[in-house]
Every structure is written in structure tokens, then in C-alpha cells.
């Protein structure tokens, strides 16, 4: 019944979307749905790469018997085993029982932790080769990119990279699988997410795997989530690259917290000294109804983070906290800093968010804004030099480049 998209003359696109899931791991919202892609190569031999969500098993199935007809299923390389990539293995197996499936140690091991199947296992090692008949296939292994046992798969008769999770973005597929083909620029802010949530504490890996497989003269990458790059292949690349070595673009990020509206007059205050200094973009987000998800995908986008907070329990607003623990946890660097805050009888929060910038060793203003209940004349001028400052530190940085 399924015509399958075709990627190359005989690689085909066998993946489903997802519009119905609410959260990506149950965490992360998605706004457009999601991708689950997966590869069928028809060759001598025939081999899918990386499989469905189970709750698409079904339909993963009948693309592949599609494509297939008589023909059988001689290999499943598996990239990636977490459950929405492998998750349709036994459902595979009961369709294909002499399927071998192929992965490395680790994967294998994973194979039967999550799905008891022991058997028809072909372990392949870095940079060992299997071949299809024209295809020859190349394993490169990228463990942490982002659980231990991923690989990638580099197919040297049609110069196509099958990269696992890298280079991905959240966003279902609207007709096409292709990049040239579908309305592209929705899908670079969901790249920008999925990496900042999703890939981004596995900074130091991605830049290990990018490295080591430069040398491939890859013309199409085949992601598990997201678009087929070709026509902007360098362009995806580029991003991971930027981002998984924490450079960032020009713009600043203000978050603040505001139980009564006190320090949200102090972040549009300093937004106002920051856009007098001529900083664009200028990002703000009320961390109380905006997703931490987009925060973080701005964070990792722009250089500058401003955040601001009132004292709450003699600490911080708790969705800052959540902010700053999941910005630590990933090791974020090479960011420029600011903060203010407010407090009716006992101040915290510049305290907190300036250890806070010490430990990831980020270079801070030495303007720090902390009023006591409402903002006044004094520390209005001070939130709009805090923004002068924080512009002055974006346009030399060198001469600002020391830990807070």
C-alpha cells in the first residue's frame, strides 16, 4: 500500500511521525509533534536501519513489506537503542525471524537487557565494513552521542551518513522527508531545542564524533528525528559543531522570575539599557510561563544571559533554581552574565546567581542589582547600566574574559 520516499535510488524511507505525544521522554513539550525515522537500503541484500516507536510498529512494518514484497529482511543495524529507535525489534523479529541484527557490543548487550533476544547477532567493531551487494556500509562508533552505545553508519555508494540522534531536531515531517522540500526554517529553532535538552550535556562526545568522521565525504545525512539534510547539510553540521563547542551568537537572554511584578519592571528596565546600547536580539522570558525547554534552547544560542529572581524562601524563585541546575548540569560555557533581583526584608538572589556564574567560571557584570520591595530611582539607573555593561562585555569581550 505505502510508497515509500525515496532518499537515493534504492534507499528508502520507511519512518513515521508522531503528532499525538504530548512530551518528548515524557519531559519535554512538543509543540509540532516529532519524527521517528528509520532506513531501508535494497540491495544483494537488504538491511533497515534503526527501527520505530512500538506504537508505530505496525505501520513500520507494512513500509518495509512495501518496499520488500518477497523479498526478506537480512539485516537490522541498530544506531541507537534507545526504546523510540529499537523499540519495534521484537515485532521485527516475529516478521523477519532470520533478521540478523547488528550492532556493537554495547548495543548487543542492550538488545537483550531490554528485549530478551540473544540470537542471529552480528557484533561489529569501530570502523568495520558489512557488505550489501553495491552498498558497502562502515560503522563509526560515537559513544555518548548521547547513550553509550551509539554509532553511526556511513554508506560509501551513495555517500549517506545514518548519524543516530545527531543532528536532529524535534518537529514532525509535513510531506516530505527532504530538506529542499519542506518549509525549512521551523526546523533550525527545533534543532537549536533538541540539542540545548536533548544532546547538550554530551557537548564534549559530539565534538569528538564530528571530528572523527570529517574525513567521510558524506553528501546526505540521515538523522533519527527530523529532516533529511542535503541541500542544508552544511548548515545542520554547522550548527552542532558551534554549538557543541559553546560558541554562541551575538543577542542577549533575560529570565527572570516575578511573584508581584517588582522584578519584572527590573528586567524590562534593563532590556531597555541593553536595546540603548544597541544589542539585537534582545530575548525575554518570564520564566513562570515560558517553557524551560525554549529557555534553554536561547541560552545555548546567545552569548549573553541576564537573569533575575526574587528571594523566595531565602533563596531563589524555584523555577530558577530548576534553570540554573539544569544549566550547570550540563556544563554550559563561555557565556557573559548578569543578574539583579529583589527582596522585601532579606536579600539572596545576587548572592546565588554570582556563585552560581563562578562555578561555570562565566565572566559577569560587576553591576549587580538587588532593591529592596519596589524598584526606585537609583537602582532603575543601575538596572539600565547593569544592560549598558552587559552590551559593553559583548562588544569586548577579551578585555571582560575573567571568571566573575
Same mark, same amino acid.
Given at each position: 500500500?505505502?510508497?515509500?520516499?525515496?532518499?537515493?535510488?534504492?534507499?528508502?524511507?520507511?519512518?513515521?511521525?508522531?503528532?499525538?505525544?504530548?512530551?518528548?521522554?515524557?519531559?519535554?513539550?512538543?509543540?509540532?509533534?516529532?519524527?521517528?525515522?528509520?532506513?531501508?537500503?535494497?540491495?544483494?541484500?537488504?538491511?533497515?536501519?534503526?527501527?520505530?516507536?512500538?506504537?508505530?510498529?505496525?505501520?513500520?512494518?507494512?513500509?518495509?513489506?512495501?518496499?520488500?514484497?518477497?523479498?526478506?529482511?537480512?539485516?537490522?543495524?541498530?544506531?541507537?537503542?534507545?526504546?523510540?529507535?529499537?523499540?519495534?525489534?521484537?515485532?521485527?523479529?516475529?516478521?523477519?525471524?532470520?533478521?540478523?541484527?547488528?550492532?556493537?557490543?554495547?548495543?548487543?548487550?542492550?538488545?537483550?537487557?531490554?528485549?530478551?533476544?540473544?540470537?542471529?547477532?552480528?557484533?561489529?567493531?569501530?570502523?568495520?565494513?558489512?557488505?550489501?551487494?553495491?552498498?558497502?556500509?562502515?560503522?563509526?562508533?560515537?559513544?555518548?552521542?548521547?547513550?553509550?552505545?551509539?554509532?553511526?553508519?556511513?554508506?560509501?555508494?551513495?555517500?549517506?551518513?545514518?548519524? /543516530?540522534?545527531? #543532528? +536532529? @531536531?524535534?518537529?514532525?515531517? *509535513? =510531506?516530505?522527508?527532504?530538506?529542499?522540500?519542506?518549509? !525549512?526554517? $521551523?526546523?533550525?529553532?527545533?534543532?537549536?531545542?533538541?540539542?540545548?535538552?536533548?544532546?547538550?550535556?554530551?557537548?564534549?562526545?559530539?565534538?569528538?564524533?564530528?571530528?572523527?568522521?570529517?574525513?567521510?565525504?558524506?553528501?546526505?545525512?540521515?538523522?533519527?528525528?527530523?529532516?533529511?539534510?542535503?541541500?542544508?547539510?552544511?548548515?545542520?553540521?554547522?550548527?552542532?559543531?558551534?554549538?557543541?563547542?559553546?560558541?554562541?551568537?551575538?543577542?542577549?537572554?533575560?529570565?527572570?522570575?516575578?511573584?508581584?511584578?517588582?522584578?519584572?519592571?527590573?528586567?524590562?528596565?534593563?532590556?531597555?539599557?541593553?536595546?540603548?546600547?544597541?544589542?539585537?536580539?534582545?530575548?525575554?522570558?518570564?520564566?513562570?510561563?515560558?517553557?524551560?525547554?525554549?529557555?534553554?534552547?536561547?541560552?545555548?544560542?546567545?552569548? /549573553?544571559?541576564? #537573569? +533575575? @529572581?526574587?528571594?523566595?524562601? *531565602? =533563596?531563589?524563585?524555584?523555577?530558577?533554581?530548576?534553570? !540554573?541546575? $539544569?544549566?550547570?548540569?550540563?556544563?554550559?560555557?563561555?557565556?557573559?552574565?548578569?543578574?539583579?533581583?529583589?527582596?522585601?526584608?532579606?536579600?539572596?538572589?545576587?548572592?546565588?546567581?554570582?556563585?552560581?556564574?563562578?562555578?561555570?567560571?562565566?565572566?559577569?557584570?560587576?553591576?549587580?542589582?538587588?532593591?529592596?520591595?519596589?524598584?526606585?530611582?537609583?537602582?532603575?539607573?543601575?538596572?539600565?547600566?547593569?544592560?549598558?555593561?552587559?552590551?559593553?562585555?559583548?562588544?569586548?569581550?577579551?578585555?571582560?574574559?575573567?571568571?566573575?
Amino acid at each position: 500500500m505505502f510508497r515509500n520516499q525515496k532518499i537515493t535510488d534504492d534507499i528508502y524511507y520507511v519512518g513515521v511521525n508522531d503528532r499525538q505525544k504530548a512530551k518528548f521522554e515524557n519531559l519535554i513539550p512538543l509543540y509540532d509533534g516529532v519524527s521517528y525515522n528509520a532506513y531501508l537500503i535494497v540491495d544483494e541484500k537488504t538491511a533497515l536501519i534503526d527501527t520505530v516507536d512500538i506504537h508505530f510498529g505496525e505501520i513500520l512494518i507494512q513500509k518495509i513489506l512495501s518496499q520488500l514484497g518477497d523479498k526478506g529482511l537480512d539485516y537490522l543495524i541498530i544506531n541507537h537503542m534507545e526504546p523510540d529507535h529499537s523499540g519495534s525489534l521484537r515485532l521485527l523479529r516475529k516478521y523477519f525471524p532470520n533478521m540478523t541484527i547488528v550492532g556493537n557490543e554495547r548495543t548487543l548487550s542492550m538488545v537483550k537487557g531490554f528485549y530478551e533476544i540473544d540470537g542471529s547477532l552480528l557484533k561489529v567493531s569501530d570502523e568495520e565494513s558489512l557488505s550489501l551487494g553495491r552498498h558497502q556500509l562502515q560503522f563509526f562508533l560515537t559513544p555518548m552521542v548521547h547513550w553509550p552505545e551509539t554509532m553511526m553508519t556511513f554508506d560509501h555508494a551513495d555517500k549517506v551518513l545514518f548519524s /543516530g540522534d545527531a #543532528f +536532529g @531536531s524535534f518537529g514532525a515531517l *509535513n =510531506g516530505s522527508i527532504l530538506d529542499e522540500n519542506l518549509d !525549512i526554517d $521551523k526546523y533550525w529553532d527545533e534543532m537549536y531545542r533538541y540539542y540545548a535538552n536533548i544532546i547538550g550535556k554530551y557537548s564534549s562526545p559530539v565534538q569528538k564524533a564530528i571530528k572523527k568522521l570529517e574525513h567521510l565525504p558524506y553528501e546526505i545525512i540521515c538523522s533519527t528525528h527530523g529532516p533529511v539534510w542535503k541541500t542544508n547539510l552544511k548548515k545542520a553540521v554547522e550548527i552542532y559543531d558551534r554549538l557543541s563547542s559553546f560558541q554562541a551568537e551575538e543577542g542577549v537572554v533575560i529570565v527572570y522570575g516575578s511573584m508581584y511584578g517588582n522584578t519584572e519592571l527590573m528586567a524590562e528596565t534593563v532590556a531597555q539599557g541593553l536595546a540603548e546600547a544597541g544589542v539585537k536580539p534582545v530575548i525575554i522570558h518570564n520564566i513562570s510561563t515560558v517553557d524551560l525547554s525554549i529557555i534553554l534552547r536561547d541560552i545555548y544560542r546567545y552569548r /549573553g544571559c541576564i #537573569f +533575575g @529572581s526574587p528571594t523566595y524562601n *531565602n =533563596g531563589l524563585f524555584p523555577e530558577m533554581e530548576d534553570l !540554573i541546575r $539544569k544549566i550547570e548540569s550540563r556544563g554550559l560555557k563561555n557565556r557573559i552574565f548578569g543578574c539583579f533581583g529583589s527582596y522585601t526584608w532579606s536579600g539572596a538572589v545576587v548572592r546565588n546567581l554570582t556563585e552560581f556564574a563562578n562555578r561555570l567560571q562565566w565572566p559577569m557584570s560587576d553591576v549587580m542589582v538587588e532593591e529592596k520591595q519596589g524598584l526606585k530611582k537609583d537602582n532603575y539607573e543601575s538596572c539600565l547600566q547593569l544592560g549598558h555593561q552587559i552590551a559593553e562585555m559583548l562588544q569586548n569581550p577579551v578585555q571582560f574574559n575573567k571568571g566573575c
